[in-house]
């Protein structure tokens, strides 16, 4: 560290010398980051609570901001739905086989929920969240694990007042002592067991994934890419058929956003929300084995059909267009994603 | 021997293997006997009278498509989707040391972007005397340097904690790869903006996070930041691939593979650690007690034959065989590593393919005659610091089995008189 600093004192006089009175590094690279740059991306809170913005929610607020934002992959009670993250529960687990760690069971610090919900929730759609919002999901996710009562309000103001219930149960890496001086010196090479039993094996527990599966799948773009071609040239031989490649290329870009909840294409399977192979021009509701909402079902049973139109309302505000479905999705702002999304999803029949 | 295997596939490529070898094996042992001629040398083969490809038939060249089971491949019940998820480096499938990037294993947590050298920035800001930003053309105009280093999942293994569960070295140990950065000390960089106003280093820490949804924030101390850390934009001489950081990631070399920040966008000076979600709920490991280690972020001496392994059966029958296998430690170079066939019980020393490097991977060779019977085989690794690779008893003796992270135990692989191989536990 001595030399490092040796070395600085040393660049910044011969800095001082030739340059004007600003600073520059040895080789005077890049540009000074200006201070409205610095804001929107350091983001971060410290574990004291540095870096909160202004801002306060309540538990009740947080429910409401839960149910739409977070439920969807996290449950109504924070309960998790399937492989997604239990956010409560698991208190007392951590000493047991298979502990289960949660905000409440496990998270040291208060400020890691704000700032990793305010930075990187909810799952692809990030950063769409106000500061109100985050204190009240996090008021919520406190109260779903039973720190706090249901007039709980958070705030920057007494933020730095909470504390986890798990704060004091991590200790700083002791490897070198508990470990490092034991497996150490000379190893045995003879004769160092009495005997060697088989006490468990992996293909009685049967989890590992089949290959022949990828296989397959590798196998058939190879096969079937031909005669799809041949097929489009016997059928279309107007140019104009088919959707604008162009769009469906950005319309599969667009797709990202709601890639996290829905699948498409060769093996697509329902995931938090239906596959979508062949949506465009079936009637809502109609995917076999995925539990739809209410509100859906409501509507699907009144006759909607996906079409180009009710796609398109449906995506610009979908909780406008369905009130109470279970999408967790803000909407696509642009008329021209909309078209995109709707050209690349109908170039996938059923 | 299906009903041994849940891979029906490991089974069957074993088994068509294995048939194509005895196949093989029957007509070369007849050839070299004196028998029938082999008709691949006394036929003229159509390769040897037509013409092959041109030169630019693949202008960026993938495998030959008889290596198409050389893949990546993902366990899907481990995660909730494949966005934020993980797959496997295949291992045993591979020698040498450098793992091609095309096949190196992905972790994401929120999906690989796109993100293009023109739209690229790095800030470092905080406790320096100038925050600054750099374009990507800025970085390549720093000194470089090139380094060849190991990235590990800290997971790698974790799922075998409580017991032997997933049947093959790609997915035991596939977390894994070993490539050659080029790239600017992150030191070189930090020293551009400046350290005066950071005063004493030694409490200090370097944030960095990446530009992903995720961002995949860790804190670094000081003295990591300012030794071997790289900002590196190249790796096996090409361009990152989009999956592993393009255009630019940060190599932390030995330690846990989540701290490689992926589109690293911001590097800041901070008096302490920002204790971010993948430091604190994740990345930590809890012990019996249920208290939990943080910080450990080295990763620990670790090897595991890859050849013969459930995916790689022995298919030639006894006599010369040769076992390989991979070896490395985050502390430094491999100076060894014993192999045994018996489980433990005796031990040889194996060939490794060079001296080790610090913080890389290390092939070794155990150059050996089969007698056919079966085989319990183990690899241990030593580095240069004396620490000796344990056994999962030894580990689960200090931690239990919850730890999840940083399992570097002894693997078996039980290998059968037919030649088969599979993950096992033994006494």
């Given at each position: 560290?001595?030399?490092?600093?040796?070395?600085?004192?040393?660049?910044?006089?011969?800095?001082?010398?030739?340059?004007?009175?600003?600073?520059?590094?040895?080789?005077?690279?890049?540009?000074?980051?200006?201070?409205?740059?610095?804001?929107?991306?350091?983001?971060?809170?410290?574990?004291?609570?540095?870096?909160?913005?202004?801002?306060?929610?309540?538990?009740?607020?947080?429910?409401e901001?839960?149910?739409?934002?977070?439920?969807?992959?996290?449950?109504?009670?924070?309960?998790?739905?399937?492989?997604?993250?239990?956010?409560?529960?698991?208190?007392?687990?951590?000493?047991?086989?298979?502990?289960?760690?949660?905000?409440?069971?496990?998270?040291?610090?208060?400020?890691?929920?704000?700032?990793?919900?305010?930075?990187?929730?909810?799952?692809?759609?990030?950063?769409?969240?106000?500061?109100?919002?985050?204190?009240?999901?996090?008021?919520?996710?406190?109260?779903?694990?039973?720190?706090?009562?249901?007039?709980?309000?958070?705030?920057?103001?007494?933020?730095?007042?909470?504390?986890?219930?798990?704060?004091?149960?991590?200790?700083?890496?002791?490897?070198?002592?508990?470990?490092?001086?034991?497996?150490?010196?000379?190893?045995?090479?003879?004769?160092?067991?009495?005997?060697?039993?088989?006490?468990?094996?992996?293909?009685?527990?049967?989890?590992?994934?089949?290959?022949?599966?990828?296989?397959t799948?590798?196998?058939?773009?190879?096969?079937?890419?031909?005669?799809v071609?041949?097929?489009?040239?016997?059928?279309?031989?107007?140019?104009?058929?088919?959707?604008?490649?162009?769009?469906?290329?950005?319309?599969?870009?667009?797709?990202?956003?709601?890639?996290?909840?829905?699948?498409?294409?060769?093996?697509?399977?329902?995931?938090?929300?239906?596959?979508?192979?062949?949506?465009?021009?079936?009637?809502?509701?109609?995917?076999?084995g995925?539990?739809?909402?209410?509100?859906?079902?409501?509507?699907?049973?009144?006759?909607?059909?996906?079409?180009?139109?009710?796609?398109?309302?449906?995506?610009?505000?979908?909780?406008?267009?369905?009130?109470?479905?279970?999408?967790?999705?803000?909407?696509?702002?642009?008329?021209?994603?909309?078209?995109?999304?709707?050209?690349?999803?109908?170039?996938?029949?059923? | 021997?299906?009903?041994?295997?849940?891979?029906?596939?490991?089974?069957?490529?074993?088994?068509?293997?294995?048939?194509?070898?005895?196949?093989?094996?029957?007509?070369?042992?007849?050839?070299?006997?004196?028998?029938?001629?082999?008709?691949?040398?006394?036929?003229?083969?159509?390769?040897?009278?037509?013409?092959?490809?041109?030169v630019?038939?693949?202008?960026?060249?993938?495998?030959?498509?008889?290596?198409?089971?050389?893949?990546?491949?993902?366990?899907?019940?481990?995660?909730?989707?494949?966005?934020?998820?993980?797959n496997?480096?295949?291992?045993?499938?591979l020698?040498?040391?450098?793992?091609?990037?095309?096949c190196?294993?992905?972790?994401?947590?929120?999906?690989?972007?796109?993100?293009?050298?023109?739209?690229?920035?790095?800030?470092?800001?905080?406790?320096?005397?100038?925050?600054?930003?750099?374009?990507?053309?800025?970085?390549?105009?720093f000194?470089?340097?090139?380094?060849?280093?190991?990235?590990?999942?800290?997971?790698?293994?974790?799922?075998?904690?409580?017991?032997?569960q997933?049947?093959?070295?790609?997915?035991?140990?596939?977390?894994?790869?070993?490539?050659?950065?080029?790239?600017?000390?992150?030191?070189?960089?930090?020293?551009?903006?400046?350290?005066?106003?950071?005063?004493?280093?030694?409490?200090?820490?370097?944030?960095?996070?990446?530009?992903?949804?995720?961002?995949?924030?860790?804190?670094?101390?000081?003295?990591?930041?300012?030794?071997?850390?790289?900002?590196?934009?190249?790796?096996?001489?090409?361009?990152?691939?989009?999956?592993?950081?393009y255009?630019?990631?940060?190599?932390?070399?030995?330690?846990?593979g989540?701290?490689?920040?992926?589109?690293?966008?911001?590097?800041?000076?901070?008096?302490?650690?920002?204790?971010s979600?993948?430091e604190?709920?994740?990345?930590?490991?809890?012990?019996?007690?249920?208290?939990?280690?943080?910080?450990?972020?080295?990763?620990?001496?670790?090897?595991?034959?890859?050849?013969?392994?459930?995916?790689?059966?022995?298919?030639?029958?006894?006599?010369?065989?040769?076992?390989t296998?991979?070896?490395?430690?985050?502390?430094?170079?491999?100076?060894?590593?014993?192999?045994?066939?018996?489980?433990?019980?005796?031990?040889?020393?194996?060939?490794?393919?060079?001296?080790?490097?610090a913080?890389a991977?290390?092939?070794?060779?155990?150059?050996?005659?089969?007698?056919?019977?079966?085989?319990?085989?183990?690899?241990?690794?030593?580095?240069?610091?004396?620490?000796?690779?344990?056994?999962k008893a030894?580990?689960?003796?200090?931690?239990?089995?919850?730890?999840?992270?940083?399992n570097?135990?002894?693997?078996?692989?039980?290998?059968?008189?037919?030649?088969?191989?599979?993950?096992?536990?033994?006494?």
């Open positions: 560290m001595s030399k490092f600093l040796k070395f600085t004192l040393v660049a910044g006089i011969a800095v001082s010398a030739t340059a004007t009175a600003v600073w520059s590094g040895e080789y005077g690279l890049g540009r000074e980051a200006l201070p409205e740059e610095i804001a929107a991306w350091d983001v971060k809170i410290m574990p004291d609570g540095r870096g909160l913005p202004e801002g306060s929610g309540d538990v009740w607020t947080g429910d901001v839960f149910a739409e934002h977070c439920a969807v992959c996290h449950g109504d009670f924070a309960e998790g739905i399937g492989n997604w993250p239990k956010l409560a529960g698991g208190q007392g687990t951590l000493d047991r086989k298979d502990p289960l760690k949660t905000v409440g069971s496990y998270w040291p610090h208060l400020s890691t929920v704000w700032d990793y919900v305010n930075r990187s929730m909810p799952f692809g759609n990030a950063q769409s969240l106000t500061p109100d919002d985050v204190y009240a999901i996090t008021a919520y996710i406190l109260y779903s694990n039973n720190l706090v009562e249901d007039d709980f309000v958070l705030s920057h103001e007494n933020f730095a007042e909470f504390e986890m219930p798990n704060a004091d149960g991590f200790i700083v890496d002791d490897r070198a002592e508990t470990e490092y001086a034991i497996w150490h010196g000379e190893p045995c090479m003879e004769n160092c067991k009495d005997s060697v039993e088989i006490t468990m094996r992996a293909a009685v527990l049967d989890v590992t994934p089949d290959e022949e599966g990828t296989e799948e590798a196998a058939a773009p190879a096969a079937e890419a031909e005669p071609e041949a097929a489009a040239t016997e059928t279309s031989p107007e140019p104009a058929v088919g959707p604008d490649p162009e769009l469906v290329a950005a319309g599969e870009k667009v797709f990202r956003k709601c890639k996290a909840c829905h699948q498409v294409g060769e093996g697509a399977k329902n995931r938090v929300g239906p596959q979508l192979n062949g949506v465009v021009g079936r009637a809502a509701g109609a995917v076999d995925f539990k739809y909402s209410s509100a859906l079902e409501g509507m699907a049973g009144d006759g909607l059909v996906w079409d180009n139109e009710s796609l398109a309302a449906f995506l610009a505000d979908p909780r406008g267009f369905m009130k109470g479905t279970r999408m967790a999705f803000a909407g696509l702002r642009s008329d021209e994603d909309i078209a995109a999304i709707a050209a690349y999803l109908s170039t996938f029949g059923e | 021997m299906s009903e041994l295997f849940k891979g029906k596939s490991t089974s069957r490529r074993a088994f068509l293997r294995g048939s194509v070898a005895a196949a093989a094996g029957a007509v070369t042992a007849g050839a070299a006997q004196a028998g029938t001629p082999d008709p691949l040398i006394t036929d003229v083969q159509p390769w040897a009278t037509g013409l092959g490809d041109g630019d038939a693949s202008p960026y060249g993938l495998p030959i498509e008889y290596e198409s089971d050389v893949v990546r491949r993902n366990v899907e019940w481990l995660t909730a989707d494949t966005i934020s998820s993980i496997f480096t295949p291992i045993h499938a020698d040498g040391t450098i793992t091609p990037q095309g190196a294993f992905e972790r994401h947590h929120s999906g690989a972007i796109d993100l293009k050298k023109e739209d690229y920035r790095l800030m470092i800001n905080g406790l320096v005397d100038k925050p600054l930003v750099f374009t990507y053309a800025d970085l390549e105009r000194p470089r340097e090139n380094h060849v280093y190991f990235c590990e999942c800290a997971a790698n293994t974790g799922m075998e904690w409580a017991g032997a997933l049947n093959g070295a790609q997915f035991t140990h596939g977390m894994i790869h070993n490539m050659e950065y080029t790239g600017v000390p992150l030191r070189t960089l930090i020293e551009e903006a400046g350290l005066d106003v950071a005063g004493d280093l030694k409490d200090k820490w370097v944030y960095v996070e990446g530009a992903d949804a995720s961002s995949n924030g860790r804190s670094i101390p000081m003295g990591k930041a300012l030794g071997d850390c790289l900002v590196a934009f190249k790796a096996n001489g090409e361009a990152l691939r989009k999956e592993h950081g255009p630019v990631r940060l190599v932390v070399p030995g330690w846990e989540n701290m490689w920040v992926k589109w690293i966008r911001r590097i800041e000076v901070t008096d302490g650690p920002v204790e979600r993948e604190t709920s994740k990345y930590t490991d809890t012990l019996a007690d249920g208290t939990s280690r943080k910080w450990t972020w080295v990763m620990d001496a670790k090897s595991v034959v890859t050849s013969p392994s459930p995916q790689s059966p022995i298919t030639h029958g006894k006599g010369p065989l040769v076992i296998g991979l070896a490395w430690s985050g502390h430094g170079a491999i100076t060894r590593v014993d192999v045994s066939k018996d489980g433990g019980k005796t031990w040889e020393i194996a060939r490794l393919a060079k001296e080790g490097e913080k991977l290390t092939r070794f060779y155990l150059d050996t005659t089969w007698d056919g019977e079966e085989m319990l085989l183990q690899s241990r690794a030593m580095d240069d610091t004396g620490y000796i690779q344990p056994t030894q580990l689960r003796e200090v931690r239990g089995e919850n730890s999840i992270y940083h570097n135990c002894i693997q078996t692989w039980w290998v059968r008189p037919n030649g088969e191989a599979e993950n096992v536990e033994v006494s």
